[in-house]
Nanobody, 118 residues
Framework: QVQPVESGGGLVQAGGSLRLSCTFSGSFVSLYEMGWYRQAPGKQRELVADITRAGSTTYADFVKGRFTISGDNAKNTVYLQMNSLKPEDTAVYYC????????????WGRGTQVTVDP
C-alpha cells in the first residue's frame, strides 16, 4: 500500500559523488522515519543512514563523514548525498519508510543500483 520509489543511482568513478532520492505518494500524518539500506553481492543487507520526522539522524560507521541524509517532510522525500565514493560502496541501495502505527511493517522500495569503478 506504500511504495517508496528510489532514483539517482548509477555508475561513477572512485572519488565521485551521487545523490539518491526516495519518495512515496500520499499524505501520511503518522510517518515516523525514512532511511537507506544497501546490499552488495554476497553480503547481508546493512543500514546506511536514516532520519526521523523530527530530524534525528543515524549513520553507519563506514560512512565516515562521506554521506549525508536529509529529508523533506512535506514531500515525503528523503535524500542521500554520497561523496568520496569507494568501490566497496557498490551495492543496491534500498529506501525504507516506517510509521508510528503499532504493528505496521517497514515499507521497502525496489532499490537503485550504485556502482563505483576503481
Amino acid at each position: 500500500q506504500v511504495q517508496p520509489v528510489e532514483s539517482g543511482g548509477g555508475l561513477v568513478q572512485a572519488g565521485g559523488s551521487l545523490r539518491l532520492s526516495c519518495t512515496f505518494s500520499g499524505s501520511f500524518v503518522s510517518l515516523y522515519e525514512m532511511g537507506w539500506y544497501r546490499q552488495a553481492p554476497g553480503k547481508q543487507r546493512e543500514l546506511v543512514a536514516d532520519i526521523t520526522r523530527a530530524g534525528s539522524t543515524t549513520y553507519a560507521d563506514f560512512v565516515k563523514g562521506r554521506f549525508t541524509i536529509s529529508g523533506d517532510n512535506a514531500k515525503n522525500t528523503v535524500y542521500l548525498q554520497m561523496n568520496s565514493l569507494k568501490p566497496e560502496d557498490t551495492a543496491v541501495y534500498y529506501c525504507i519508510a516506517r510509521f508510528y502505527t503499532s504493528n505496521s511493517p517497514t515499507y521497502w522500495g525496489r532499490g537503485t543500483q550504485v556502482t563505483v569503478d576503481p
